[in-house]
C-alpha cells in the first residue's frame, strides 16, 4: 500500500525554524517527485516546495525561497522541508504528496499523506 507520512509539525514562535520530514512507502520512491503543500483555513491549498525524482532539481513558490529547503534522502525513502524565519502566515496544515515524473504544483498528484499542523505564534 502506497503511504506518505509527515512529521514534525507543532508550535513555533515567529522567527523560528520547524523541519518536516515525510516518509514513503509502498511505490518506487525514485521514480517520483515528492511536493510540499499546505492548507491554512479558509484558504485554498498551496504548493510549498517540490524535488524531482531523476535530476535533482527542486522548485520553490515564492514565499518560500530563501526560507524554506527541501531534500531528498532516497536510501531512505524520506523528504524534509526545512523551514526556517517562520512568520504567522506559514501556519497551515502541510502535507506531502508524490507524482510520477518531475515535479510542478500544477499537476495531480498520486499520493498524499494525512498532514502535519505548523502553528507559527507572533
Known amino acids: 500500500e502506497e503511504q506518505l507520512v509527515e512529521s514534525g509539525g507543532g508550535l513555533v514562535q515567529a522567527g523560528g525554524s520547524l523541519r518536516l520530514s515525510c516518509a514513503a512507502s509502498?511505490?518506487?520512491?525514485?521514480?517520483?517527485?515528492i511536493g510540499w503543500f499546505r492548507q491554512a483555513p479558509g484558504k485554498e491549498r498551496e504548493g510549498v516546495a517540490c524535488?524531482?525524482?531523476?535530476?535533482?532539481?527542486?522548485i520553490y513558490e515564492d514565499f518560500a525561497k530563501g526560507r524554506f529547503t527541501i531534500s531528498r534522502d532516497s536510501p531512505k525513502n524520506m523528504v524534509y522541508l526545512q523551514m526556517n524565519s517562520l512568520e504567522p502566515e506559514d501556519t497551515a496544515v502541510y502535507y506531502c504528496?508524490?507524482?510520477?515524473?518531475?515535479?510542478?504544483?500544477?499537476?495531480?498528484?498520486?499520493?498524499w499523506g494525512q498532514g502535519t499542523q505548523v502553528t507559527v505564534s507572533s
Open positions: 509502498g511505490f518506487s520512491f525514485d521514480e517520483f517527485a
Open positions: 524535488t524531482s525524482a531523476h535530476d535533482g532539481s527542486k
Open positions: 504528496a508524490a507524482v510520477g515524473g518531475v515535479c510542478s504544483f500544477y499537476v495531480d498528484y498520486d499520493y
